[in-house]
Structures are given as C-alpha cells and as structure tokens.
C-alpha cells in the first residue's frame, strides 16, 4: 500500500525559502505510470495546484508560482521535494503531496496526509 | 479560460440524489476528475476520466459531462458524504492542471 508523507518546517520567515519533502513508502518514485505532485490548500479556502515532476524528471509549475517553486526529486530515497522562495503570508497554507497516475486520467490518485506551514513575520 | 466553477454549496436530505456542477469552457475538450475532502482530512479521489471510480469508492458515485458542465451525482446520499467536493483537470496541451472552486455539501 503507497503512502505519501510531508515533511518540514511548520514556520517559516517571511522571505526565506519553504522547503518541504514528501517521503514516498510502498511504491518507487521511478515508474513511468505516475508522477508526483505538489497542491496547497490556504485555510478555508480551495485547492491550488503547485506543481508536478515526471520520471523523466520533467517538471510543470503553477504559472503563478513559476518563479519561485522548484520541484525535485531523489529516487535513490524515493523523496520528492518542494522549495518555494520569497515567501509572504500568502503561502501560508497546508500543503499537500500527491501521487498522480497517467492511466487514471493523470488524476491525483494518493494524497499525504497535509503539513501546515506558516509564514511568519 | 481555464477556470472551474461550482456552487458554494448544496443541500441534500438524507438518502436523495444530489448533483454537484463544475462550469467551465475547458470541460468542452477535457474530462473532469473529482475529489472528496472531508473536514481536517486530505482529498480523495472519486471519480477520473469520462465516468471511472477508483477501488473501494461507492457506486452511489457517479461522473458526466454535458458541454462546458461536469456533473457529479451522488445518488442516495448518505450522512458520510458531508464534505467539500472539488472538480479538476489537467490542460494537456499545457500540463497545467486547475481546480474547481468547490462545493460544501450538506444535510437538510
């Protein structure tokens, strides 16, 4: 059974950089049948797309987050990971991992279970 | 526009069908996939493509398409579906993937 988890700082300075990682158990990160997904979710409100990296090791960003996100990934330890820098206020949210599978319409087909990060003054 | 509208919220008595809408000209060239997410919990995934549900998800859940309307139905809903229910998709053209502005489900 896959599962996904967030790891990382719950505050983090405005400014500065949100790192997150997304440690991936009971699948590879390395299958060319799935790709691996940031989305964030401000409280109260919908979910955002940030972000998708491939097997190839392509990535897709939200354009407007384009400039300030890197997504990565290490599939010698089957973690992917977020970096989004100069953060506000406004990146204060819980942030998501998620597994997306190309035979399933390229549908977010796992979810983590959600980490929230504040920024901070 | 690649934008996904819903209603902010819809109410539905115990054991009647209630249909969820996502607007949006993008539908016209792209299926909807929709996620359920209960309160503190991460989203689930409910349906994906044209009408397809993953394993273990009820078939009292059902997906379609008219136009530039995605439709999720749940028939015969019951006290376990209150929840916020989103649509989304994935522009292949562009690899974007957008979301839908979401809809609260609750009981009357």
């Known amino acids: 059974q896959v599962q996904l988890q967030e790891s990382g700082p719950g505050v983090v300075k405005s400014s500065e950089t949100l790192s997150l990682t997304c440690t991936v158990s009971g699948g590879s990160i390395r299958s060319n049948n799935y790709f691996w997904n940031w989305i964030r979710q401000h409280p109260g409100k919908g979910l955002e797309w940030i972000g998708s990296i491939y097997y190839s090791g392509r990535t897709y960003y939200s354009p407007s987050l384009q400039s300030r996100v890197t997504i990565s990934g290490d599939p010698s330890i089957n973690q992917f990971s977020l970096r989004l820098s100069s953060v506000t206020a406004a990146d204060t949210a819980v942030y998501y991992c998620a597994r997306g599978a190309t035979y399933m319409e390229y549908a977010f087909q796992i979810w983590g279970q959600g980490t929230m990060v504040t920024v901070s003054s | 526009s690649s934008e996904l509208t819903q209603d902010p919220v819809v109410s539905v008595a115990l054991g009647q069908t209630v249909s969820i809408t996502c607007q949006g000209d993008i539908l016209r060239d792209f299926y909807a996939n929709w996620y359920q997410q209960k309160a503190g919990q991460a989203p689930t995934l409910l349906i994906y493509?044209?009408?397809n549900r993953p394993s273990g998800i009820p078939d009292r859940f059902s997906g379609s398409r008219s136009g530039n309307t995605a439709t999720l139905t749940i028939s015969g809903a019951q006290a376990e579906d209150e929840a916020d229910y989103y649509c989304?998709?994935?522009?292949?053209?562009?690899?974007?993937?957008?979301f839908g502005t979401g809809t609260k489900v609750t009981f009357l």
């Open positions: 493509g044209k009408h």
């Open positions: 989304s998709l994935r522009d292949s053209s562009t690899n974007q993937y957008v």
